[in-house]
């Protein structure tokens, strides 16, 4: 009976299906990334620390991954679905729908954490909520720079960061090189998340997503932490949705130039199995000549034979 009513309710359309998982997948990302800060941040560093906030959001690419992969791919990034566009590897046409889905996952994932962590947030700030200050909590849901960063700073750390993770998400998915086993390329995707927080966090909160930073902040804008959320940080809120687009890119071509044109062509093997199998053919036509030969001139057909038989091919 619910079998039957839940193959009712399957979406005939492959592109609604896939948005729904990329929806879905980042979701589940920032539940657990943006819900591991509220901890954090709420209980003042009591119930959690930084490696807290750095394994929330690992996991929840993992899971994330996990729940996206088998119908969408488990793009989760902006970026990553443009960098695969401009590589070739995904349709120009569904990337607005992809990034749409991605941003409404962030925003309500963002809302569903707001509204657990309501009454500790309220707590914690006194109701007012801020974007900087000792009780400031908009960082629950989107990063903003270090005191000490400079805008450029920022724009050089973004890059660099979202480098690396293509990088890591190239070489994981390369079947020439050597790829992730099946079914594990999840979790190592998260240990790529993870290192990039525990090496490149500290300066700006290392969104590496457009999704990830832009969807909760714009939750955040709408719920009450007002316009700060964009104007904090020199304005700082494009530098997570573009910025990081073009580190994407720039780990991508430099795994494309670096590794991935450089793998080692399978043609001279093939080369070299047709030349043998020319070589056998050769040789095999030799014997059969050098049999009918003997038999035009009575030798024995038998040790010909032998020799056709025992002779290595």
């Known amino acids: 009976m619910m079998d039957r009513l839940l193959r009712r309710c399957r979406i005939k359309s492959r592109l609604f299906r896939e948005c729904l998982a990329e929806f879905f997948g980042v979701y589940i990302l920032i539940l657990f990334g943006c819900g591991s800060v509220a901890q954090v941040t709420t209980s003042q560093n009591t119930k959690g620390e930084y490696l807290s906030i750095n394994l929330g959001f690992a996991l929840g690419t993992t899971f994330g991954i996990y729940v996206a992969k088998g119908v969408s791919g488990a793009h989760l990034n902006p970026a990553v679905s443009l960098t695969l566009c401009v590589l070739g590897r995904f349709s120009w046409t569904c990337l607005p729908f992809y990034v749409c889905s991605q941003l409404l996952g962030a925003f309500l994932a963002a809302a569903t954490v707001a509204l ?145 044109v450089h793998h080692p062509d399978s043609e001279p093997e093939e080369a070299e199995d047709l030349t043998a199998v020319l070589q056998q053919t050769v040789e095999l036509d030799g014997l059969e000549m050098e049999l009918l030969e003997g038999a035009e001139t009575g030798d024995e057909v038998v040790g010909g034979a032998s020799a056709l038989t025992d002779r290595p091919l």
């Open 116 to 260: 657990q962590y309501y009454d500790a947030i309220m707590d914690f700030t006194g109701g007012h909520l801020t974007v900087s200050g000792a009780t400031a909590t908009a960082g629950i849901f989107s990063t903003y720079p270090a005191d000490y960063l400079s805008l450029w700073g920022g724009v050089v750390d973004q890059i660099i960061g979202t480098a690396a993770l293509l990088v890591c998400v190239l070489a994981l998915g390369d079947p020439r090189n050597t790829p992730a086993p099946p079914g594990l390329e999840p979790v190592l995707v998260g240990a790529a998340v993870l290192v990039i927080g525990i090496s490149m966090g500290s300066n700006s909160g290392y969104a590496i997503n457009p999704a990830r930073d832009f969807g909760p902040r714009l939750f955040s804008y709408i719920a009450g932490w007002g316009d700060e959320v964009f104007r904090a940080g020199h304005g700082w809120w494009w530098v997570p949705v573009f910025v990081t687009c073009v580190g994407a890119f720039l780990g991508a071509l430099l795994y494309e130039l670096l590794i991935g």
